[in-house]
């Protein structure tokens, strides 16, 4: 594979970072990941916007223009060949002699790869649906920032493959705030409810898609927290990311959610984002 590292393009053997990379020693970064489809880059602007949002609630500016972006992220799919699959860009801070503060004047480090998935879309899981588990919510307040900072998330993976469960989802005081790398949706009588946007969440790129494209289709949309008893309790639940899009929930701690099988509301969305996506992708 061909990787990008701070301006060059290099066999992922040959790519280098600093140890004294911010990145490395305080999680001083941020990160994103776009789905591949044909080609094709999915939602490229709102993963731009996110990450100039990210880096700017960090003191830290865009490392280069949107356009300057773009071209990396698409000669990095030419030259590895991606059909589907997924782009992963990271900027950090930079490397600096270890120190809490910030230090001044450090070049940040902007490494891309990509993930070759063939077949991203089709994913089995989706006619399966997932099973998830509950875990605490014992990450650090300030969710919105996309920092490299996952932890936490792992360990719920880990939790949720011990339980043989797919994922976790993470209650703070009984309410959801989201999955380990998604966000999360229950549906009750035909409404969709997925936590409002604060620093409790991150700002999902395709939650705001799925949502825009749910009201199109005039579906009812409440954005506001939901306990974890009412999504037991729902007739349908679900979660969406850049990298699984929208995927089925069917049962949550063991207990089944509606019939226990992917729901009309989800699997709808799912066609109808994947759709649209991609006839907008670039
Ligand atoms: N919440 C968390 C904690 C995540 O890690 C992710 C994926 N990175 C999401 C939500 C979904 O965001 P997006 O739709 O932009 O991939």
Redo the contacts with the bound molecule.
Sequence with gaps: RTVYVNGEYVPEEEAKVSVFDRGFLFADGVY??TSVLDGKLIDFD??AK?LERSLNELDMDMPMGRDALLDIHRELVRRNGIGDGLIYLQVTRGAADRDFAYPEGATPTVVLFTQAKPGLADAPLAKEGMKIISIPDLRWGR?DI?TVQ?LY?SMGKMAAKAAGAHDAWMVEDDHVT??????AYIVKDGTIVTRHLGNE????????AVLRFAREAQMQVEERAFTLEEAKQADEAFV????TFVMPVVSIDGVAVGEGVPGPVATRLRDIYLEESRKAAI
Excluded at 178 to 183: D, H, L, P, R, V
Excluded at 240 to 243: G, L
């Design positions: 994103e990941v709102g993963h996110r969710r996309k996952l998330p989201e999955g380990t790398s998604n966000n969440i991150l700002h999902g790129i395709t939650r705001a969406t990311s850049a990298s």
